[in-house]
């Protein structure tokens, strides 16, 4: 049985920003406006080389885009991508919310016949 909310979710992009190294990254390019592998890792606890690795996950679910700045490459967080992520985000959300309220009703409705 479909839901239609798991249609909309893209996996690769919740697995993108699954890792909290990733989403950390995402957080300094934001404000930042833009970093190389060099310049992020200079802020992090992981090595250039790690994060070379994961701007290349970041940037093959488009959520980040590099364009040449001389022996490296510079990336900036894709808005709309970004965008569709945050959609996604609500929409799984209000599909929760929905679940736990039904699950509310259901546990109020066998509380009252247990007190009848």
Do not use: F, N
Not at 11 to 19: R, T
Not at 25 to 34: A, F, I, N, R, T
Not at 78 to 92: N, R
């Amino acid at each position: 049985m479909s839901t239609g909310v798991a249609e909309q979710v893209d996996d690769d992009l919740w697995s993108a920003i699954g890792d909290p190294t990733r989403r950390r990254m995402l957080d300094l390019l934001l404000v930042e406006g833009h970093g190389t592998a060099t310049t992020l890792s200079q802020q992090m606890p992981v090595t250039r080389q790690a994060v070379a690795k994961h701007l290349g996950v970041l940037d093959r679910a488009g959520l980040v885009r590099a364009t040449p700045a001389g022996r490296e490459k510079r990336y900036r967080v894709d808005d709309a991508q970004l965008a569709c992520a945050v959609a996604q985000l609500s929409s799984v959300g209000a599909a929760w919310d929905a679940r736990l309220q039904r699950i509310k009703r259901i546990a109020e409705a066998i509380q009252r016949t247990r007190q009848d």
